[in-house]
């Protein structure tokens, strides 16, 4: 087990590379506390297998260093570190039982037989294989063989991180959630440190205690998923996570005043800086139809089974909102009511409001506030 | 309501025809031969299966037999391993990729009397570059016409030269159909190049192989042109494998019935060691 830091890396796939856009990774700062389970999040393309395949070993990073438990590890190969990972497809050797291909990373490091046949019994109890120890691992079903990959990983007890890449993609929908609540229950039985790249917000939030957001090679926030949920850090992570995302509407800024289509908006708390486009983004959770506000026409209103999702419009701008009862039609005429505390504005897409209370103190914030405060300092480091 | 008829028959019939033509009346007609004695005019006396008899006791088969299993066998661990270790040495992407498969495909194009004719030329003594080289750059006394021994190299060699190809192409086909992934997950589980070969690219390959293996036995079993162009199965016999003697028997001494009963138990042998052969390389699958 291991802390693992990550220090002004960057990653370039082209050999000169010139501008900020040749660069699939571009400054990336990320402390991984030791026995955390993390999910890395972002769309396709954003860089995140990259970052994985860098702290694996698989890549060596154009610039930057990795650090685990404060030792360079930045040029050694990826069986010196002492991680695991877990590709997208499984990969089980099938040629060999289930057995041998969990003994397998053991028997390469000349571990004694002995030593061997108890990890792997532990291992197989863990993962609920035990009754097909002495198949063959290519008659396995999709599932079973992410098992195997997976402990593949798990089998050594002295591996510093697990990192799993997608590993859910192969696997039949309603055997997803039976994988992914054994890998939650692997972790807290092994207290290993895991990375876990997804680009379904699902998987991410319902995995981690800590969510790193990344977009276009940068990390946008990092927090719980209540955190991302409730504030977005920049207008990305407000419309990526959540379903519908977050409305992100396009606001003037009148003498102190936030103003959207004609209407004066009510936010969270004091605005800083100034200039740049403003935008205002609330959840539409935080969204209610009301007696008055801002009128709207109702486009659309889909029942999704709990609630509703009501599409209107205001002006030419869409805005959702999430109601218990659809009791309007299309067409109709209504108002649409901001929570306050839970509406913000955003500067060139990053946060731009203090939170509720925020102004008051004169820390800028609390012990419980740390994360969220990190994840907003690094944002604040990526957008200068 | 189902109805039967039987008139799908009437699809099938060009292709029952095609193969009757093709392949049944020609083998009935070396089956007519092979149970019969002719003097020619149309006269046939029926021989029963002394033909068979004659040919399975023969030493001159026997002799044939046996050069022909040497033959394909020193062929096979050639060629084989050659052909894996060549393709796990080509490049897997990049600008060099076609043009290995290029300059892999080329021996194979070359017409199979062509190849005979060019190592014929290629190795004679004082004419040919290799045939001047061995003898009179290196001083060794090499010389296919006159010497058994190189007159089996040159012919391994130029098989070799032909045929390696194919186990290479095949080979390489498994090999770049393996995802990246097996290969990094092999360097977390500190897998060395030999674990790498035994346990991944090796089974990924099982299949292509087979049927490269398969391939290469079929062909160089039946193997006649190429060494009947350069060598003629000489000096003496020594190269006169199943096929070439099959010529002799049945063109030069127009022995038809011995011939028609050879050809029967030569192909009935390629059969059987095929069926054997693949029959064991899939066994594992099935279960």
């Keep these: 087990m291991a802390r693992i830091s990550l220090s002004g890396l960057r990653h370039s796939y082209l050999p000169n590379p010139s501008g900020p856009e040749d660069y699939a990774l571009k400054s990336i700062d990320l402390d991984w506390e030791d026995g955390g389970a993390y999910a890395l999040l972002g769309p396709s393309g954003c860089g995140k297998s990259t970052l994985l395949n860098i702290i694996s070993g698989l890549l060596v990073p154009s610039e930057g260093r990795i650090l685990f438990d404060g030792q360079d590890v930045t040029g050694l190969p990826p069986d010196q570190r002492n991680i695991a990972q877990v590709f997208q497809f499984p990969v089980i050797y099938d040629t060999m039982t289930v057995r041998d291909n969990l003994a397998f990373p053991l028997r390469n490091r000349g571990v004694d037989e002995a030593r061997i046949a108890a990890r792997v019994a532990e291992i197989a109890e863990m993962l609920d294989v035990v009754e097909m120890l002495d198949v063959r691992a290519a008659h396995l079903s999709p599932d079973n063989k992410q098992k195997i990959s997976m402990g593949r990983g798990l089998v050594r007890d002295d591996v510093n991180v697990v990192m799993f890449d997608e590993p859910l993609t192969v696997i039949d929908p309603h055997l997803k959630w039976k994988l992914r609540s054994k890998l939650k229950e692997l972790h807290q039985r092994v207290r290993a440190t895991m990375i876990y790249v997804t680009h379904d917000q699902t998987e991410a939030l319902t995995f981690a205690d800590q969510v790193v957001v990344m977009q276009d090679g940068e990390v946008v926030q990092i927090g719980t998923p209540v955190e991302l949920f409730e504030r977005p850090q920049h207008t990305f992570v407000g419309h990526f996570i959540g379903s519908p995302g977050m409305n992100i509407l396009p606001a003037a800024e009148d003498a102190g005043r936030i103003v959207f289509e004609g209407q004066t908006v009510a936010l969270e708390g004091a605005v800083i800086g100034s200039g740049g486009v403003t935008q205002i983004g609330v959840r539409p959770e935080f969204v209610t139809l009301a007696e008055a506000g801002v009128p709207a026409r109702v486009r659309k209103v889909s029942d999704v089974g709990r609630h509703a999702v009501v599409e209107t419009m205001v002006g030419d701008t869409a805005v959702k909102a999430v109601v218990d009862h659809a009791d309007v039609e299309q067409g109709a005429e209504v108002y649409l009511a901001f929570r306050q505390d839970q509406t913000r504005l955003y500067r060139d897409g990053w946060i731009a409001t203090l939170a509720r209370g925020a102004e008051n103190t004169t820390q800028a914030h609390g012990a419980e506030d740390s994360v969220q405060a990190r994840g907003s300092d690094s944002a604040s480091e990526a957008a200068s | ?287």
């Design chain 2, 1 to 287: 309501m189902k109805t039967e008829n039987q008139r799908a028959w009437f699809f099938v019939l060009p292709v029952l025809l095609l193969v009757a033509f093709n392949a049944l009346v020609p083998i009935m007609t070396v089956v007519n031969y092979s149970v019969q004695e002719t003097f020619g005019n149309n006269v046939f006396f029926w021989q029963g299966l002394d033909w068979f008899e004659q040919i399975l006791r023969s030493d001159r088969f026997h002799a044939a037999l046996g050069r022909q299993f040497l033959f394909t066998f020193l062929i096979l661990i050639i060629e084989v391993p050659l052909g894996i270790i060549i393709a796990l040495s080509m490049p897997r992407k990049g600008v060099w990729v076609p043009v290995c498969l290029v300059l892999m495909a080329l021996p194979m194009l070359i017409p199979w009397n062509v190849v005979g004719a060019m190592w014929n030329i290629f190795a004679l003594p004082k004419i040919g570059m290799l045939g001047y080289f061995m003898n009179d750059v290196l001083g060794v006394n090499y010389d296919m016409t006159q010497d058994p021994l190189a007159a089996w190299i040159t012919i391994i060699v130029m098989d070799v030269w032909h045929w390696t190809s194919l186990v290479v192409l095949l080979a390489y086909a498994g090999l770049v159909s393996i995802p990246d992934a097996y290969y990094q997950a092999a360097k977390i589980d500190g897998a060395s190049p030999w674990k790498v070969f035994r346990y991944i690219q090796l089974p990924k390959m099982k299949t292509v192989l087979t049927i490269a293996i398969l391939l290469r036995f079929m062909d160089s079993f039946n193997i006649y042109t190429e060494p009947f162009v350069l060598t003629g199965g000489g000096p003496g016999n020594s190269t006169t494998l199943l096929s070439i003697d099959l010529v002799k028997i049945a063109l030069g001494q127009f022995d038809l019935g011995p011939a028609a009963a050879m050809s029967l138990i030569y192909f009935a042998i390629t059969l059987l060691v095929s069926w054997l052969f693949y029959t064991l390389m899939t066994k594992d699958d099935a279960k």
